[in-house]
C-alpha cells in the first residue's frame, strides 16, 4: 500500500476508536481507523449494560439499543432485591451494531478505514513519533500529526510510547453467552449476581437483550489466583443454577481479558494518546467499559481539535486532565472496593451487605452502582460488616502494590 498522511491515525475500532474517528471526521480531519478484525463489530464481547442517558449524550440511534431496563436487581446467595424504576433507567446495547454504526458514521465523513490490518510499529523522526507501521490483510506505513492508541488491552503503541506498561495489573477475565429461550422472571431487569457460589472473586450477571434473550456472564477478578475450574465451567455452573434458564440455548460465547486497575496515570506522551481498555478506562468496580471508553473518546475529540486548531500539541494534555477529573477519587475508591469485596468477601457477607443495602431507594442505588457516589452507600453500612470493611480497606490500601 502506498504511504499515506493524515491528521490523525487511530488503531483499533472498539467504542473508543471508532467514536473518535466518528467525531473527528465530522469535523473534517482526515482519519485513518484501523482494525485487526476482519468484520467492524467484532468481537462482540462487553455487557453494554449502561444508564439511558448513553444514547442521548453520544447521538447513538435506537438500532444499536437491545432492550431498555427498568429494574435492577442484586442475588446473593441466600438473598435477593429488587429496586423498580417508574420508568426506562437504563439500556443494554448491541455491543457489535454500536462499534459498525459509529465506524460506517466515520466512513461516509471521510474516515478512511482498514479491517483485518492492525498497528504493528510506532515510526520515529528522532524521538518524535511520526507514523505507524501496519500488518495484516494491508501492509505499509501511513503518517500523521497526531496517533492514538484504541487498540484494546494490549495496548501496543502505548507501550511503545512509555504510557504504560505490557501488564498493568494481574489480568481478569470476562465470559458470556448471548442465550434464546429465556423465561425472565422479571422483565426489563438487569441482575448481578454476587457471591463465591456465583463467580468466586467476581461478580455474574444477566442482562436482557429483547423478549426471550438475555446475556448471562462472569466476571473473575485477578483469574490467574483462581485455578480450581476453568471460567466457562465456572459459567455453565452459574447457568445451570437458574431456572429460567433451563430451556436456554447459546447463540454466541464471547470472552475477553481485562486490566481491571484506577486506570493508565499517562494517556498522552507529546503526540501520541491512550484510550479505552488501552489505557484501563474500565470502572474497576462494575467492570463497566463502553460509557467510559466513549467519554474518553469525546474528550480526547475536543483536545485534538483544539490542538489542531491552535498549532501547538501541547494542549493534547487537556485530554488527559479532563479523564483525571472524570475519574477522580471515585475510581480510586472503586478500586480499593474490588479489593476488598472481591478478594475477601464470603457469601454471609454478601448476604448481609444486600441486607443493608435494601434501605436504599432506587435512585440511591443507581447512584452508588452508576455514579460512584459511595457516601451513599456508606450511610446503608452498619455493625459488623462496617467494622470489617474499613479492616479490610485500611489493610489492602497499605498492602498494595498495583502499579497506578
Not at 18 to 36: D, F, I, T
Not at 144 to 167: F, Y
Not at 312 to 331: F, H, S
Amino acid at each position: 500500500m502506498q504511504t499515506d498522511k493524515f491528521d490523525v491515525i487511530v488503531a483499533g475500532a472498539g467504542p473508543a476508536g471508532s467514536n473518535l474517528a466518528r467525531q473527528l471526521s465530522q469535523k473534517n480531519y482526515k482519519v485513518l481507523l484501523l482494525e485487526k478484525s476482519q468484520e467492524i463489530g467484532s468481537p462482540n464481547f462487553s455487557s453494554a449494560g449502561s444508564p439511558d442517558y448513553i444514547v442521548k449524550d453520544f447521538s447513538l440511534p435506537q438500532s444499536v439499543v437491545a432492550a431498555t431496563w427498568d429494574k435492577f436487581e442484586i442475588v446473593t446467595p441466600k438473598n435477593s432485591h429488587i429496586w423498580n424504576y417508574k420508568k426506562a433507567r437504563g439500556v443494554v446495547l448491541k455491543f457489535n451494531k454500536l462499534k459498525r454504526f459509529l465506524t460506517e458514521v466515520a466512513a461516509k465523513n471521510g474516515a478512511k478505514v482498514l479491517v483485518g490490518t492492525y498497528a504493528t510499529d510506532l515510526i520515529f523522526e528522532g524521538k518524535k513519533p511520526i507514523g505507524v507501521k501496519f500488518s495484516g490483510l494491508q501492509k505499509g506505513e501511513a503518517f500523521a500529526k497526531i496517533i492514538v492508541d484504541a487498540s484494546g488491552p494490549s495496548g501496543m503503541l502505548a507501550r511503545q510510547a512509555g504510557l504504560r506498561s505490557a501488564k498493568l495489573c494481574p489480568p481478569s477475565i470476562g465470559l458470556e453467552y448471548i442465550v434464546t429461550n429465556v423465561k425472565f422472571p422479571n422483565q426489563n431487569t438487569i441482575s448481578f449476581y454476587l457471591g463465591n457460589s456465583f463467580a468466586p472473586k467476581g461478580y455474574a450477571w444477566v442482562f436482557p437483550m429483547g423478549k426471550n434473550e438475555a446475556k448471562i456472564g462472569i466476571g473473575i477478578y485477578e483469574s490467574s489466583t483462581f485455578k480450581h475450574k476453568t471460567e466457562l465451567e465456572i459459567l455453565n455452573e452459574f447457568k445451570n443454577k437458574l431456572p429460567y434458564m433451563n430451556d436456554a440455548q447459546p447463540l454466541e460465547l464471547h470472552g475477553s481479558t481485562l486490566f481491571i486497575s484506577k486506570g493508565s496515570t499517562a494517556a498522552v506522551n507529546g503526540n501520541i494518546i491512550s484510550i479505552g481498555d488501552s489505557a484501563a478506562q474500565i470502572n474497576p468496580l462494575g467492570g463497566e467499559g463502553v460509557r467510559h471508553a466513549l467519554q474518553a473518546s469525546q474528550m480526547a475529540q475536543e483536545a485534538i481539535d483544539l490542538a489542531m486548531k491552535k498549532g501547538n500539541l501541547a494542549l493534547l494534555e487537556n485530554y488527559q486532565k479532563e479523564w483525571k477529573k472524570y475519574t477522580g477519587r471515585k475510581w480510586q475508591i472503586s478500586y480499593l472496593l474490588t479489593k476488598v469485596v472481591y478478594r475477601n468477601f464470603t457469601d454471609d457477607m454478601y448476604d448481609e451487605a444486600l441486607n443493608l443495602a435494601k434501605s436504599l431507594t432506587p435512585d440511591e442505588i443507581f447512584q452508588v452502582f452508576f455514579e460512584y457516589n459511595f457516601k451513599i452507600g456508606l450511610k446503608a453500612l452498619r455493625g459488623n460488616l462496617k467494622r470489617k470493611m474499613f479492616a479490610l480497606a485500611l489493610k489492602n490500601r497499605i498492602a498494595s502494590t498495583a502499579p497506578f
